[in-house]
């Protein structure tokens, strides 16, 4: 709590927090071997406060959405915590998560799978208010048509009796945003909702997340492998590596000063919007990820890394704060 002017600050409350989250999946590779277990998400600890978008960068394979899903509940952890509004629900039953599925909710990547193409608009957006008990048809249609004028698809009336095969690419997803938040939530998981959308259609869907999310004060864990859309949606970033978070902090920082070799190497293979830079050669991070089935000892980084020591391939670096709110697992982010 800050005094300014004054006046009293206060930092709005956290929504979602975990601590050291474990998720990992089972493997036989043997008839008469033990099981192995790849390990998608390996130790991460995190928070999103309320009116919070927290991004998580990192290229495929590295169990961003693993993550989120483990956050929702739809993924059972094999050890950490997970707190919502500072309540415990890592391991909650499912009867007792009704009130924690209803205030949280997924944006898929794929909006023309993610909507059943036997309904329309209208049964789209109905269904999760008749599985949360909104029993009288009035209510359900105003909620509808709410909702859909907040994703900007006016006409409503038009829009709602339309069926998925009969909209574009954004307006699929601007059905999955509302469909979404049609029931307030609190905490929504948004899993590269712009990634199969034309350029031009992805300002307009970023534009209209970042809208709602101030209006309602959501918090969002938007999942992207892409730093530029993290740059305009996300004030704070968590850099994914290997079931890792290897750096985090304000997102404007991590662009401008990069401090883990992988930030680096991600922020190098951004095309440049500069026409005079045209030319200029896209560096891409060498070698491949790691199998997490079995990752290498010390830093899963120091396979690819062109900076690594012995220390790397030997301990497991940790999160460290060196600016204000920054913080790096790399043993040689200062000399980087």
């Known amino acids: 709590m800050l005094a300014l002017w004054g006046r009293v600050s206060v930092e709005p409350a956290i929504v979602l927090r975990v601590e050291n989250l474990r998720t990992w999946f089972p493997v036989k590779t043997g008839l008469f071997k033990p099981v192995s277990y790849v390990k998608a998400v390996d130790g991460v600890s995190f928070s999103i406060h309320r009116g919070e978008a927290l991004a998580i960068v990192g290229e495929s394979g590295c169990g961003k959405t693993t ?28 009867e007792e998560l009704k009130e924690f599925r209803r205030k949280t909710a997924m944006i898929f990547q794929d909006p023309y799978s993610s909507l059943n193409p036997a309904f329309n608009v209208y049964r789209i957006l109905e269904e999760p208010l008749i599985i949360n008990g909104i029993r009288k048809k009035e209510e359900r249609t105003e909620l509808i048509y709410k909702a ?142 790691p199998n997490l089935l079995n990752p290498p000892p010390g830093c899963r980084f120091s396979p690819r890394c062109p900076y690594a020591k012995d220390i790397c391939r030997e301990r497991e670096p940790e999160l460290e704060e060196g600016p204000p709110g920054h913080y790096t697992a790399c043993f040689l982010k200062d000399e980087i």
């Open 67 to 94: 993550l989120g899903r483990t956050t929702l509940r739809v993924l059972e952890p094999i050890s950490g915590k997970i707190y919502f509004h500072e309540k415990e629900i890592t391991h909650s039953r499912e």
């Open 148 to 289: 859909l004028e907040e994703v900007k698809l006016n006409p409503v009336e038009l829009f709602a009796s339309k069926y998925p095969h009969m909209l574009s690419g954004g307006q699929r997803q601007r059905v999955a945003i509302a469909r979404a938040l049609i029931l307030k939530p609190e905490y929504v998981v948004a899993d590269e909702p712009v990634s199969m959308l034309d350029a031009s259609v992805r300002a307009e869907i970023l534009y209209l997340l970042n809208e709602l999310k101030n209006r309602h004060q959501i918090a969002f864990m938007y999942i992207t492998h892409d730093l530029a859309t993290a740059k305009y949606l996300c004030k704070r970033t968590a850099i994914m590596y290997a079931g890792k978070i290897v750096e985090v902090g304000p997102t404007k920082e991590i662009i401008s000063n990069p401090r883990h070799p992988y930030t680096k190497a991600l922020i190098e293979a951004l095309p440049d919007p500069d026409p005079s830079n045209r030319f200029r050669r896209i560096k891409v991070v060498p070698g491949e990820p």
